[in-house]
């Protein structure tokens, strides 16, 4: 039982709750898209489908991202890709590899020589580019990208089967905070409710972590994750082991600790290798006097070409290329080896490891550390990848024991699960970790020993690198007493290479100016003030949100306390954990930036973690490197404190310590004070120093944008279904005409009038109909139905009477002998009465008659004309003969044997038969109520399912298993149907 139990855990680990279902017939069902660079997988979970990959229409389990824009037509995944071989400048891809950039980051110009068809324009008003096929058709990489989520919600709805509208979608690890905001406004073009952005890594982690539930113990176990993907190379640390929570005793939990990249090291970077090899090739072999670099078309074959030649090549020590009609009509032929193949990629396989080490540096752990290393992405398949990676990490062997290609999309759909309220799934904890710092920076006026003011510029680390999120942060400006103005800044970043830096972006990604600090104070000029509080959230996303900014006082007030005060205060205290102030438990300020030194900061950092996700054995693991990083520096140390002594001797005297003694004895004696809070909300103005996010104006014209194109594709579709509907309607009925079955049934001026119409309809098509309306075409085809019903109807009838017929004789046969069994039942066992036996004869013999009439009739009529005997006549007078032989049937299976009447006393036989004399004049007395009711024929035709159940139970021995019933209960049924 166990081992089965086993086997089966799996299955029941996204099990449906139904009591959190709003309705039935509401949408339940999620998604997640594991969005690479070139192919994203699409998974669901719906009830009774835990967790599946969505197979696309032409039954793939992956699909690419692509997308084909012509003047009327849009097209996606596979179909998009055949387009690109024969014009390729109407074909997008590798879109993720431009989305938060500004025109001058050098992965646009990297874009522009890989794809140099495709005109990359810059967008004055937000810096960003765009791509400019025509003057009307122009969109954004985040409106390219709308439309491939767009395309892969209506792959997971057809599999699915009902409308979906949430959805996981995965990002790479690295994406900052521009490219993490740019995908989300790109599912919100598509109109998809993002649960969460949730990193590919965390989500490969997940997936593995979720099957392997029952190996995960208190014991800390380290993997690596080391994904090469068709764009980029990321190497993932994680930890996995069991924690205590509040909710429940322990749960697995998985923890990223440390994660290396590299953008730009990838299969499609080696598929460009290969691609300029064969260029080469093919110009050396001097076929033509062009150069084939210069042709679109010809290079997208060739990288078409080279993409099949690098899974070949991992198989094969040699293969041979070849394209037909590369360019002039000219074909192309070639032989490539797997030593030629990993010379032209010497240098990126040179970069193989440089993850690994990144990977290692930010856990803070070595090679030893690490139990296994896990290969995932489609690239990791090159053989001399895997060997230089085996080498790097000195293990004995890669691990393969996950599914490469749908690891982060399985991930996804289970974090998907989870955040749905729709299902239960069980808890596994995910603490994601942010790959790059955010500090806060900020400028004040300080003065100098010699009187000298200057301005000091200070830095705050809000989230540290690899710190765990979700998680909230709070800083509290304490000296500004008006407007003033900070900005949210990455951190150190020197871990990135100075390419990376590039390709980064700006550095700088929010200015934050602050107005009505001045007023609020001068508001509460009698408080205390406890500084300016801005609250930070990076949520589970990892997209950084500054929620609000409050100014924050606190006066003193007496009142008497009642005992019921009192009483409410403790009770209040009980369930707030001791606590009577609830938001204490919420988070705590990430460092006073005026005089909290890096020590403190760091240990109010560590009590801003979750409690219930932080494991007991890790706490003070983030001490030592995080405090260097918060240290102020000495000339800051000495700069607060003079401003500390300057603050002193402004303030009066302090009193003695016999004058704070009689303080204390008279406050004692006073009445008690309550502390009472008091919040100002600040208003703030946010400038993005990144990249602009589109407006909501501009937000509601790719909105609409989509939508124009969605409603001409699917009214292009609704086009050429009505097409092919009449193109198929005037073909088969014109060879129905010339069949023996349907020439039986028409005259030959009828069969003339259709044929003739047919005809007309049929060049209609040829010089027309190929421009017309979709209205047209549905008028042209309901009129060639209309006047073609006839010829169908009867040639429908005809086809049904044999088999509806043969049904009906093989009940009156049966029924028969059942009403004259039923007859020969002796009269004190007889368990139906006089009426039921009378209603089956009459229905009987009504059936019989209406059949030999009406057959009769029938045959006496020519098979041109309208037919009087009906399927669906013949379907009733079954249904109701069915209906009181099944009355009968379950009457008699549910009917108890009377008892024998026992041998009585002469002298009670003459007092017992004049009881039973008495009795029977009684019943005598009693008329019959309804018997002329009871006999009415049904006047309600019975139901699909009614019929299918009596059909089902004409075989009484067939019945042994239905509910029990009371004779009576069956006869009042049997009334209620009759009447």
């Known amino acids: 039982m166990v081992t089965m139990r086993e086997k089966l855990s799996l299955w029941f680990l996204l099990c449906l709750t139904l009591g959190l279902l709003p309705s039935q017939t509401e949408s339940v069902a999620v998604m997640s898209v594991d969005l690479g660079s070139e192919w994203m997988k699409i998974a669901i979970v719906k009830p009774g489908v835990p967790m599946e990959i969505v197979l696309n229409k032409e039954s793939r389990r992956k699909t690419p991202v692509a997308v084909c824009l012509k003047e009327n037509e849009r097209l996606f995944g596979d179909s998009a890709l055949g387009v690109a071989v024969k014009n390729p400048k109407v074909v997008y891809r590798f879109l993720q590899s431009i989305l938060g950039k500004t025109v001058d980051n050098p992965q646009v110009a990297q874009y522009q020589k890989h794809f140099p068809e495709h005109q990359l324009q810059r967008d004055n008003k937000r810096g960003t580019v765009y791509f400019k096929f025509s003057e009307e058709m122009q969109y954004t990489p985040e409106e390219l990208l709308g439309m491939v989520l767009n395309y892969s919600r209506g792959l997971a709805q057809d599999f699915a089967e009902q409308p979906i509208k949430d959805a996981v979608i995965t990002v790479p690890a690295y994406f900052n905070q521009a490219e993490r905001r740019a995908v989300l406004h790109a599912a919100q073009i598509a109109g998809l409710k993002v649960l969460q952005l949730l990193n590919d890594n965390t989500a490969v982690a997940l997936n593995y972590g979720v ?106 020590a040699e293969h041979t290329a070849q394209i037909e009609g590369l360019m002039d009509d000219i074909d192309f032929k070639a032989k490539v080896t797997r030593s030629e193949f990993e010379a032209l990629c010497e240098d990126l396989f040179d970069r193989v490891s440089g993850p690994v080490k990144e990977a290692l540096a930010a856990a803070e752990m070595t090679m030893d550390e690490i139990e296994q290393v896990i290969l995932v992405g489609g690239s990791t398949r090159v053989p001399r990848v895997q060997d230089v990676l085996l080498n790097a990490v000195g293990k004995e062997e890669l691990s393969k024991n996950i599914n490469a290609d749908e690891a982060a999309a399985m991930g996804a759909v289970y974090q998907a699960a989870a955040l749905s309220k729709a299902f239960k799934v069980k808890t596994f904890l995910v603490r994601d970790a942010a790959v790059f710092p955010i500090q806060v920076e900020f400028s004040r006026e300080a003065e100098e020993e010699d009187g000298v003011k200057t301005m000091k510029h200070n830095r705050r680390v809000l989230f540290q690198r690899m710190s765990p999120y979700p998680q909230r942060k709070v800083i509290t400006f304490n000296r500004y007493t008006d407007d003033f103005v900070f900005h949210i800044n990455y951190g150190d970043l020197s871990f990135l290479s100075e390419q990376d830096l ?77 606590n009577s102030d609830p938001s204490q438990n919420l988070t705590e300020p ?21 409690a219930q996700e932080k494991p007991e054995t890790e706490e003070g693991n983030e001490g030592g490197p995080q405090a260097e990083e918060q240290k102020v520096d000495n000339e800051e140390k000495a700069e607060t404190q003079a401003e500390k002594e300057t603050d002193n001797a402004e303030k009066p005297e302090e009193k003695s310590n016999g004058e704070k003694t009689e303080e204390k004895e008279a406050d004692k004696k006073a009445k008690p004070h309550k502390k009472s809070k008091i919040s100002e ?18 937000m509601e014209v790719s909105k609409k944008k989509l939508q124009d ?19 198929a309607f005037i073909f088969e009925t014109q060879d129905k005409l010339y069949q023996d079955e349907y020439q039986a049934v028409v005259t030959e001026e009828e069969k003339d009038q259709i044929s003739g119409k047919l005809s007309e309809a049929s060049n209609w098509m040829d010089e027309e109909g190929y421009t017309a309306s979709t209205k047209e075409l549905k008028e042209k085809l309901s009129e060639l139905k209309k006047l073609c019903k006839a010829m169908f109807f009867r040639v429908e009838e005809r086809k049904k009477w044999p088999d509806r017929l043969a049904a009906l004789d093989s009940m009156l046969n049966h029924s028969t002998i059942f009403l004259k069994s039923a007859r020969l039942i002796p009269e004190n066992d007889q368990i139906f009465t006089e009426v039921e036996l009378k209603m089956l004869e009459k229905v009987i013999n009504e059936t019989m008659t209406w059949k030999n009439d009406t057959v009769a009739e029938q045959e006496k009529l020519s098979p041109t004309e309208k037919p009087v005997l009906l399927s669906k006549d013949i379907e009733a007078k079954l249904s109701l003969l069915d209906r009181e032989v099944n009355y009968l049937l379950n009457k008699a299976k549910f009917a108890k044997p009377k008892p024998k009447p026992k041998p009585k006393d002469k002298n009670s036989t003459s007092a017992e038969n004049s009881k039973t004399n008495s009795t029977e004049d009684a019943e005598k007395v009693i008329p019959p109520k309804s018997e002329a009711e009871e006999v009415k024929p049904v006047e309600e035709p019975l139901t699909a399912e009614e019929k299918e159940e009596t059909i089902l139970e004409l075989n009484p021995a067939e019945n042994t298993d239905d509910t029990e019933s009371t004779e009576s209960s069956q006869s009042e049924n049997h009334v209620g149907d009759e009447l």
């Open 211 to 316: 099957f392997r539930r029952k190996d995960i113990n208190s014991t800390a176990q380290n993997v690596m994750f080391y994904d090469m993907g068709s764009a980029s190379t990321t190497a993932t640390i994680v930890t996995y082991q069991t924690v205590k929570t509040k909710e429940s005793a322990s749960q697995p939990q998985l923890q990223i600790r440390g994660v290396g990249f590299d953008r730009t090291l990838g299969g499609f970077e080696m598929e460009l290798r290969l691609r300029d090899h064969l260029a080469n090739l093919f110009n050396e072999q001097k076929k033509s006097k062009k150069d084939v670099r210069e042709n679109f078309r010809a290079m997208a074959k060739l990288l078409k070409e080279a993409q099949r030649l690098k899974i070949v090549l991992s198989a094969n």
């Open 502 to 578: 590039k390709v980064f972006g700006s550095q700088n990604f929010k200015t934050v100016k602050l107005s009505g600090v001045g007023s609020s104070f001068k508001k509460h000029s009698d408080a205390e003030s406890k500084g300016i509080k801005a609250h930070f959230n990076m949520d589970e996303s990892g997209v950084l949100i500054l929620d609000r900014v409050e100014s924050v006082f606190e006066t003193f007030v007496e009142e008497e306390e009642s005992t019921l005060t009192k009483l409410g205060n403790t009770i209040s205290s009980l369930f707030s954990g001791g």
């Open 709 to 727: 194109l969605t409603d001409r594709d699917l009214e292009k579709q609704e086009r050429e279904k009505t097409l092919n509907s009449l193109e």
């Open 681 to 698: 909300d600040i208003a703030v103005e946010l400038e993005v120093n990144d990249v602009l996010d589109p407006s909501t104006d501009e």
């Open 590 to 610: 990430v460092a006073d930036e005026e005089e909290v030194t890096g020590k403190d900061q760091e240990q109010g950092e560590k009590q801003e973690e979750p």
